[in-house]
T-cell receptor
Framework: GAVVSQHPSRVICKSGTSVKIECRSLDFQATTMFWYRQFPKQSLMLMATSNEGSKATYEQGVEKDKFLINHASLTLSTLTVTSAHPEDSSFYIC???????????FGSGTQLSVL | KQEVTQIPAALSVPEGENLVLNCSFTDSAIYNLQWFRQDPGKGLTSLLLIQSSQREQTSGRLNASLDKSSGRSTLYIAASQPGDSATYLCAVYTNAGKSTFGDGTTLTVKP
């Protein structure tokens, strides 16, 4: 079955540093990828929609200068949390939409802890 | 604006019981509906996808139905097992190209 690889699975960093999270579709092309964050016991919250070769579309309330998204190819999107602060600590999940059947596949998530 | 509601928010059943999870959505102009399960601290696993032209999909002990006109979908789990314990999410993909998720139903199956 289709696989989305998300890396790293867990990261601990100091406040003020930047963290990059990668999301790769391994065996299908994904013209659209999505980034979500999830706080404990809460549902997924869509942060942004990433389309290959164009600028990401951010949801209301999400700072685009803080959460940089790059979707340079049909199989890779990256989310960079710039100048991370403790309140950015969360579970970040990416998903990729298979261009052939429109099905969504999810990465395994990244647990970010900012000290 | 599409809104997705899942009822109940939590469900606890004894092993072996059949159960139904509900998902309702406000805008029937959908492209497809997908059910996922999420285990604590992990990503999401796709269970079933129903295209807007379909009425149901089956995979093993799982059966998902879709009634687009009434804005409802159900996920039926037969002969539940402790391994089925997880949070189940439904997501509606609209023709506008967005997915909207429900808040999920947390299922606990007791041995």
């Amino acid at each position: 079955g289709a696989v989305v690889s998300q890396h790293p699975s867990r990261v601990i960093c100091k406040s003020g540093t930047s963290v990059k999270i990668e999301c790769r579709s391994l065996d299908f092309q994904a013209t659209t990828m999505f980034w979500y964050r999830q706080f404990p016991k809460q549902s997924l919250m869509l942060m942004a929609t990433s389309n290959e070769g164009s600028k990401a579309t951010y949801e209301q309330g999400v700072e685009k200068d803080k959460f940089l998204i790059n979707h340079a190819s049909l199989t890779l999107s990256t989310l960079t949390v710039t100048s991370a602060h403790p309140e950015d600590s969360s579970f970040y999940i990416c998903s990729a939409r298979d261009a052939l059947n429109e099905k969504l596949f999810f990465g395994s998530g990244t647990q970010l802890s900012v000290l | 604006k599409q809104e997705v509601t899942q009822i109940p928010a939590a469900l606890s059943v004894p092993e072996g019981e059949n159960l139904v999870l509900n998902c309702s959505f406000t805008d029937s102009a959908i492209y497809n509906l997908q059910w996922f399960r999420q285990d604590p601290g992990k990503g999401l696993t796709s269970l079933l996808l129903i295209q807007s032209s379909q009425r149901e999909q089956t995979s093993g002990r799982l059966n998902a139905s879709l009634d687009k006109s009434s804005g409802r979908s159900t996920l039926y789990i037969a002969a539940s097992q402790p391994g089925d314990s997880a949070t189940y999410l439904c997501a509606v993909y609209t023709n506008a190209g967005k997915s909207t998720f429900g808040d999920g139903t947390t299922l606990t199956v007791k041995p």
